[in-house]
């Protein structure tokens, strides 16, 4: 796949915009898979008793807008695969700047705590720098390369 730093960035953070997809993925970094059913209960949860507001959920459009807004846009970010005819969501893998920027999310999500915008930035950035010259390409946990959440380099290399 040939990435553009910006591009995929602006991608990710899109994609991260809204908050049913942050749960989304906060539930799938620790479980990898699960059904559009138990999505909607997750999701329905969160906003009804979960941190924040309590808010009257309508379950059904919560599953309205995870099966057609909400997840295909985390699938076409390439974050999950979506199976829409068997109802299940796999989380595809994520980068460890990736992994960062969900924590920053999640902490502002659950906490009184404001978003550390810097920190964001600086993962951000991360994950869009080129892997060093010699390498084919860049391990998510290794801090002196860089890794591209979307599977390849900068420079276009899908390794």
Known sequence: MTTGGTKDTSRLFSALA?????????YLR???????DG???????????GPGPDEPVDRDGVRTELHH???P????AEL??????????ALLGISGATEEILDA???????EARLDVEGVLAAAARRTEPCPPGEA??????????WDPFGGTEDGDDG
């Open 80 to 89: 999950i695969g979506y199976d829409v005819d068997g109802g299940t969501v």
């Open 73 to 76: 846009a985390l699938e076409q």
């Open 39 to 49: 999505l909607v209960d997750l999701v329905s949860g969160w906003i009804e008793s």
């Open 18 to 26: 809204h908050r049913y997809r942050r749960i989304v993925l906060y």
């Open 30 to 36: 620790d479980h990898e898979t699960a059904t559009l």
């Open 137 to 146: 390409t860049c391990g998510p946990d290794d801090d002196a390369n860089r």
């Open 105 to 111: 999310a999640l902490e502002a999500d659950t906490t």
């Open 69 to 71: 807004v909400h997840l």
